[in-house]
């Protein structure tokens, strides 16, 4: 079986990942070799990676968007080991023109370059797609950056000699849809393909009806719909409702329950590689974090805020360290990670209340993260109230790695989570974690075992549910009952290789 996997992401590719579907792409085509699948990776090039290393041309690909034509260059990367998924790389001067893998538009025109960027990149995929040899069993699309190869191949006459492809459509995230309008925009899918006679019935958002979603494209079309964890799959069939702290479908709730027989929850995996824990001490990750603010701070005439009080926090504390346990939390600062910290009642924001808690036990916070510059402005706020909270804003993969080896108890405060790979990550290095019971999060971690769940009927009830549960945590830490559930999370286990027999037996068959 041979499986080509269409992506925004790979972290098999230096930078090329932001979220989840990069660790996602790097583990699952790794995964499937294993199983004897035959796997290719293509994803666009924003770097121009193909001018280094020893990136080799294979074909120019013409392709007709906004009504003139195109070339796009296909290039393959050699594999390091033999068995490996093939890594292609598709270039254009509009892939790397930002030099970033996705760009913020305003909430004027949301998605609006992205849209255009993968639009592109859809058709040189199916372009792409017509001229192999040999065809792949399987077209496994992710996220709505990919699912206009769906709309392509059903409607435009050029490409629907691919209609035999067995297809495949994961949902990493449904609150992003990559909307954008029919038409009138220069980020339209009738200014993109404009010879295309298309059913605007099967293409359109089921709540603006004028406007394109790929999202519910690909619900329509594609064979099977996989999404990243048994309870995301169940979530996402009952409407949103925010008042109540819901997160579920986003508006294609009724469209998922008319294809509920082809969706298919399979949790993503972690990988569990021989690794030795960092030797790093609380002194060597604190020298090493200021180091890395400083270069952060650096890159600006204007230092921000956030890291000039990071550099205060990180030298103060190499004087004196607070003696407590140490509770780490690492994610993409947006509301879906972090609105649950700024519910506020009288004694303050819910962050603010487990900062006192932690002060109670002479326990300390770190958080690591970057994203949405007025909630970064919010927590930054925090650290400059709490002496025993350091927010480093920003990210580096040897911190990150250092900070789950080095932390007591893992904070993940989600107000939806598909699946998750920073508890599986928390997990693996021993830490309890302290999660909403949601998604894939309520499916990694069991209350009192491995970690504490907290629920709640609205907002403001979970923002109080997940303060008492810091609380248990605390009360729980250096007891006999807390060394178990550091042995439980030791122990704890989510296998790419269980999760890929799923993929061939019920995405793939």
């Given at each position: ?5 269409v ?5 098999a ?9 990069g660790?996602?792409l790097?583990?699952v085509?790794?995964a499937?070799?294993?199983?004897g699948?035959?796997v290719?990776?293509?994803?666009p090039?924003?770097?121009d ?8 041309w ?8 906004c009504?003139r ?11 390091e080991?033999a068995?490996?998924a093939?890594?292609w790389?598709?270039s ?5 023109q930002?030099g ?7 909430h004027h025109?949301p998605?609006a ?8 990149f859809?058709?040189a995929?199916?372009?792409?797609l017509?001229?192999?040899p040999?065809?792949?069993?399987v077209?496994h699309?992710?996220?709505w950056?990919?699912a206009?190869i ?7 006459q ?21 909307i ?5 925009d ?6 993109w ?12 958002d089921?709540r ?13 079309l ?6 990243v964890?048994p309870t995301?799959a169940e ?5 949103s409702?925010?008042?109540?702290g819901y997160?579920?479908?986003e508006?294609?709730e009724a ?11 399979i ?15 609380h ?6 974090t ?7 701070m ?12 990071a ?6 504390w ?5 003696a407590?346990?140490m ?16 519910q506020r ?9 487990i900062?006192?808690?932690l002060e ?5 916070l770190v ?9 970064e ?25 250092d900070?789950y080896?080095?932390g007591?108890?893992?904070l993940?405060?989600s ?13 693996r ?16 971690i069991?209350?009192g075992?491995?970690g504490?769940?907290?629920n709640?009927?609205?907002l ?8 008492l ?5 605390l009360?729980?830490?250096n ?15 989510f296998?790419w290789?269980?999760?890929?027999k ?5 995405l793939?068959?």
């Amino acid at each position: 079986m041979r499986v080509l996997m269409v992506a925004s992401e790979n972290d098999a590719l230096p930078g090329f990942k932001v979220g989840g579907i990069g660790d996602v792409l790097r583990d699952v085509p790794k995964a499937l070799v294993v199983q004897g699948v035959e796997v290719d990776v293509v994803v666009p090039d924003y770097f121009d990676l193909h001018r280094t290393g020893n990136a080799e041309w294979v074909m120019s690909l013409f392709v007709g968007f906004c009504g003139r034509p195109e070339q796009v260059e296909l290039f393959k990367l050699p594999s390091e080991t033999a068995g490996e998924a093939t890594q292609w790389l598709l270039s254009h001067p509009l892939f790397s023109q930002h030099g970033s893998v996705y760009c913020d538009d305003d909430h004027h025109r949301p998605f609006a370059t992205d849209a255009n960027k993968y639009a592109l990149f859809s058709v040189a995929v199916c372009e792409w797609l017509t001229k192999m040899p040999q065809k792949p069993d399987v077209l496994h699309l992710h996220d709505w950056h990919a699912a206009t190869i769906a709309s392509l191949i059903e409607f435009d006459q050029k490409y629907q000699v691919l209609m035999t492809l067995r297809t495949v459509y994961t949902v990493h995230n449904i609150a992003l849809q990559g909307i954008r309008p029919f038409k009138g925009d220069a980020s339209s899918f009738e200014h993109w393909f404009p010879n295309i006679g298309y059913n605007g019935q099967v293409l359109c958002d089921p709540r603006y009806p004028d406007c394109y979603n790929p999202v519910a494209a690909a619900i329509n079309l594609c064979d099977k719909l996989h999404l990243v964890s048994p309870t995301y799959a169940e979530e996402v069939l009952r409407p949103s409702n925010i008042a109540e702290g819901y997160f579920g479908g986003e508006g294609l709730e009724a469209l998922l329950n008319q294809h509920r027989g082809k969706i298919v929850g399979i949790l993503n995996g972690c990988e569990y590689a021989e690794r030795n824990a960092t030797s790093v001490n609380h002194t060597d990750f604190l020298q090493e974090t200021d180091y890395h603010i400083i270069q952060w701070m650096a890159k600006s005439p204007m230092v921000k805020t956030s890291q000039y009080l990071a550099h205060r926090r990180a030298l103060a504390w190499l004087e004196e360290l607070p003696a407590g346990p140490m509770m780490t939390s690492i994610g993409r600062l947006t509301d879906q990670k972090a609105l649950l910290l700024k519910q506020r009642n009288s004694n303050g924001t819910a962050l603010d209340r487990i900062l006192k808690l932690l002060e109670k036990s002479k326990a300390s916070l770190v958080m690591m993260g970057s994203g949405d510059a007025n909630l970064e402005f919010e927590i930054t706020q925090h650290m400059a109230r709490h002496d025993n909270f350091l927010f480093i804003n920003g990210y580096n993969p040897k911190l990150s790695d250092d900070l789950y080896d080095l932390g007591d108890m893992f904070l993940m405060p989600s107000s939806f989570e598909p699946c998750g790979i920073s508890q599986m990550m928390a997990l693996r290095a021993g830490q309890p974690c302290i999660v909403h019971g949601v998604g894939g999060l309520k499916d990694t971690i069991v209350d009192g075992y491995n970690g504490f769940i907290f629920n709640g009927e609205n907002l403001a009830h979970q923002a109080d549910e997940m303060v008492l549960c810091v609380e248990r945590a605390l009360q729980t830490f250096n007891t006999p009952t807390w060394d178990n559930m550091v042995k439980h999370a030791l122990d704890s286990r989510f296998l790419w290789s269980d999760s890929m027999k799923r993929y061939i037996d019920e995405l793939y068959h």
